[in-house]
């Protein structure tokens, strides 16, 4: 689940420069843009703060039929009130005047340090130089300039046959903090040449984002600016998708979309390794998400991950407390596919002996049986180590 | 508010003994017992998966009458089953049956590792010695036998004047991670030589602890043993309490659990900082409290106490997720009595200087105002920093 090295989507290019809010001179303003109309979709953060881009974006009228995105990083655009939302506007204005595109056709997105005023004037200055560097080989340049704590790029791709030819999904994202559960400091968007309609667009990103953005779990943080954003084109040539096609399109965002989000959660800020937590046999679905989230949040067990710790005791603490109906007598826990646990006692220590050289791996899971119901639930999350302190305890300094 | 060196209360003995749980040969068997009968009551966690001593302890007829406690450390008898429950009555016998006390007068708690079966013949073999070791200065030492992660132990003491004389309450407690919210891997034990009804004194103590160990917050989690008791053995000669002598009695109460529990964040597993997040102008208490908690179980917020940095935006973006109705339009924040966001906007960078020096102090407060009501609570945390990585990820290796 490397990177995949470049991203190319017939009719779209993307384009990035330094424009100078960033002070390590890396490219911190990010252009990608279909060469025609597209249908789009457009998911916010819930946090009720939120930042500017978000308070306009949320207003836009034109959400189903964007035809691309431009967006900062190094500084969020968030708690910088009225003259935050004005910068905005005038992002927008200025960056599909100087592109010949329609008003309101760009999505504008920031990400950075909050509660800093936007220098919207190195922005404006920037969108000539911006324009002039876009290609299609570009939308992995737009993708690296969107980075902020991240170590490595997010990108991904998918083809997916279809009846009369082929249609490529590409995606780019960053993130790794803040994440969860409701998409944390994350930016993704994808763009595809398949023709889809505005409303199967919409139900089939909103599907795949709840079954992978929405299941990852860093430090349970939320950003005031996360955006995810598909982009539709049609260059492919053929009619919109149906049936088995729109399906298997769907199916395919939703494995890109995943590839993304473990990207993210692999680059938790700091982590060494990725658990999915899996609870089954809870009262309903949604008891077994709540014992989900409160596993994949506990301090406790993500330092014990970290120290490659087969702790259950941890686990089914963290179980007991998040308030769902359980019964430790009923309850079994295997780590990496060795039981540890078995109606709420140890079995013994020769299985945890077994299960200790596979936690040191950096991807394994945790299962929970609750042997009382058929719901189930999992998220991934990261572990918690010492490079996550180092990060966030000077990250503005 | 450093522990106090001595406890003493007329009519409570306190003793402990190296019973061998624990490998490094500290005290790890702590018993403290009135000579007379008590009025007593006792709070467990609300963990629903709990240890052993916990399931016993919460079928007890005897929870308003007991005499004492014993108490070992080095292993939770927790997710042990029926043997860990066989083991705590076994425990609860033979110390009745050599102390000469009535059957199921004693209280009996384990904290420590769990899911290990707990050596209780090592624990019934050491009940003579815990008995010689029995002394009207040991209450101490048996604070100390119920350590495990804590830096130093907790203890605390309270003298009220009352018609006709002096009452003394005494505290010990251990506690260090998994703190909140509902009091973490926690024992806290008051003696008092005060004559109360059991009405009374259960009314006062759930109201102490409603407003003390309820309000601190290190690392979210909640453990599957916490217990705080406290026995009033009317030992001052005194008649029981009333009117504004109980009044006087429940503050002082409060007083001593609020020093034990801030000696408790403090220690938070290698916490440097205690804050005191306020939330006023909620829409109610409830509202207010959510929000408080958000912030204070906040990774993002507790690495930047730990690194100094008055780093609002965190703050607000925590309150923005806890899910309460907010405007951040309306709110304002301040850093030890700086105010660095006015309106939900930075106010200015010297703010945040003038701020800079006193967040580095060892506590401080943090206090939003939202603007919109009547609704407000506070709750203690600690910050996160290496320290809680290097305990938390070797804990039981």
Redesign the interface.
């Known amino acids: 689940m490397h990177p995949v090295r470049e991203i190319a989507v017939p009719g779209f290019r993307g384009g990035a420069v330094w424009c100078g809010i960033k002070k390590n001179r890396k490219t911190d303003l990010a252009i990608v843009l279909s060469d025609r109309p597209c249908t789009s979709d457009v998911l916010f953060t819930?946090?009720?703060?939120?930042a500017a881009p978000i308070e306009w974006g949320r207003g836009l009228r034109s959400r189903s039929a964007l035809r691309g995105v431009i967006a900062n990083s190094g500084n969020?655009n968030?708690?910088?009130?009225r003259k935050g939302l004005a910068a905005v506007r005038k992002i927008s204005a200025e960056a599909c005047g100087k592109l010949g595109l329609p008003d309101e056709s760009l999505l504008v997105s920031s990400t950075g340090?909050?509660?800093?005023?936007l220098p919207e004037g190195k922005i404006l200055a920037a969108i000539p130089r911006l324009r002039a560097s876009l290609s299609s080989e570009g939308i992995q340049r737009a993708g690296k300039a969107i980075l902020t704590t991240d170590a490595y790029p997010k990108r991904a791709m998918r083809k997916v046959r279809v009846r009369g030819g082929t249609v490529t999904l590409g995606g780019i994202a960053k993130g790794a903090?803040?994440i969860a559960p409701s998409m944390g400091t994350m930016l993704a968007y994808v763009f595809t040449d398949a023709a889809v309609r505005s409303s199967d667009l919409r139900k089939a990103f909103r599907g795949a984002v709840a079954r992978s953005f929405h299941r990852i779990v860093v430090?349970?943080?939320?950003?005031?600016n996360d955006t995810t954003a598909i982009f539709a084109n049609g260059a492919c040539g053929l009619p919109s998708l149906e049936g088995k096609d729109l399906a298997d399109f769907a199916e395919a965002l939703h494995e890109l979309l995943l590839d993304l989000a473990l990207m993210i959660v692999r680059d938790g800020e700091g982590a060494t390794r990725v658990v999915r937590i899996s609870i089954t046999g809870a009262r309903s679905d949604r008891a077994a998400e709540a014992a989900a989230r409160a596993v994949a949040?506990?301090?406790?067990v993500k330092?014990?991950v970290?120290?490659a710790?087969p702790?259950?005791?941890?686990v089914?603490?963290?179980?007991?407390?998040s308030g769902?109906?359980?019964d430790?007598?009923r309850a079994e826990l295997s780590f990496a596919g060795e039981k540890v646990?078995r109606?709420?006692?140890?079995i013994d220590r020769q299985a945890e002996r077994r299960a200790a050289p596979k936690i040191r791996k950096e991807a394994y899971g945790i299962d929970v049986a609750l042997g009382l119901g058929k719901g189930s639930y999992f998220v991934y999350f990261s572990d918690?180590?010492?490079g996550?302190?180092r990060i966030?305890?000077?990250?503005?300094?």
């Open positions: 819930r946090n009720r703060v939120v969020a968030a708690c910088t009130g340090v909050i509660g800093v005023p903090g803040m430090d349970g943080d939320m950003s005031t949040t506990s301090l406790l330092t014990a970290f120290g710790d702790n259950w005791g941890r089914i603490a963290a179980v007991g407390r769902i109906d359980m430790p007598a646990m109606r709420g006692m140890v918690l180590g010492h996550y302190i966030n305890a000077g990250y503005r300094t």
